[in-house]
Each structure stands twice: as C-alpha cells, then as structure tokens.
C-alpha cells in the first residue's frame, strides 16, 4: 500500500503545483503589473485571465484535492499513522485555501471576466482587484503548506 499512498501523493504534488504556480505568479509579477495599469486594462487583463483559468484550471486543482485526500485516506486505512497525518495537513491546507477562492477569489473574477466581455468597467475595478490580490500571500502560503506535506508524505510512506 505504500507504493499506492506515493502515487496518490505524487498526483497531488504535480496538480497543486500548477495551482502554487499560478498563484506565485499573481503573487510575484501580476500585481505589480496591475498596478501599473489602467483600470480599464486592467480589468480586460484579469477578466481574460480569469475567463480562461476558471475553464481550465478547476480538473487540475480537483485533481490535486481528490488525490490528496486518497493519499491521506489510503495512508490511514492502512496504518500508515505518520502519512495520514502529512497527507491530512495538506488536506486541510487545501480545504482553506478553496474557501478563501470561493468566497472571495471567485465572486470577483465573475465580475471581471462580465466586465471584460461586455466592455463595461465597474466603478469599483480597482477596489475589486485589491481585494482579490489581498489573499494572494494566504493561497500561496497554503498550497506551499500542502506541497511540504505531501512531500513529506511521499517520503514516509
């Protein structure tokens, strides 16, 4: 079982790190970018952005979630104490980071990708982008919480 629970595992690792990635990149470059812009372009920016991401990105952080809690599932099914635990944390760690996307990330970029679609800029864009940008550091501290663990993860198993 333990060659189950690294695979598991394993999944997880690659499919949040596409989801760290991403958010690294909003944390690191794109709000800086953003910053320099236009509202206008800004919200085009964003609204595309998120019109293509929110398409395209949710089977690869289901992926990382289901394959997460199969690692941790699998690991404590099997007695797997340590692995469970690891497995869990990140579980955890994942769980908190889709709720601050859902409830924070996700209304806004509905609004910007309608903004971007229709040509109608909110008076509110920059408010709007500040907010979704206020819980970029969170989303990357938590999907680099869960990486460690599955990797911890990875190597007891």
């Keep these: 079982m333990s060659m189950s629970i690294q695979i598991l595992a394993a999944v997880a690792v ?15 470059v794109m709000r800086s970018v953003y910053r320099r812009l236009d509202d206008a372009t800004m919200t085009f920016s964003a609204g595309w ?10 089977p690869v952080g289901v992926t990382g979630v ?3 809690l199969g690692a941790a599932v699998v690991a404590a099914l099997t007695g797997a104490a ?10 955890l760690a994942l769980a908190v980071w889709l709720v601050l996307y859902v ?24 408010a709007l982008q500040d907010r ?7 989303r990357v501290i938590l999907q680099a919480l869960a990486l460690v663990a599955l990797l911890v993860t990875l ?3």
């Excluded at 910007?112 to 509110?124: E, W, Y």
């Design 14 to 28: 690659l499919a949040n790190a596409v989801v760290y990635g991403t958010d690294v990149l909003g944390a690191l």
């Design 49 to 58: 952005g998120h019109y293509y991401a929110d398409s395209r990105m949710p």
């Design 66 to 68: 289901v394959a997460a």
């Design 82 to 91: 340590g692995a469970a635990v690891s497995a869990g944390l990140a579980v």
């Design 103 to 126: 409830r924070i990330a996700k209304p806004i970029n509905t609004a910007q990708k309608a903004a971007a679609r229709s040509g109608v800029i909110p008076p509110n864009a920059r």
């Design 132 to 138: 979704w940008d206020s819980i970029l550091y969170p």
């Design 155 to 157: 190597v007891i198993a």
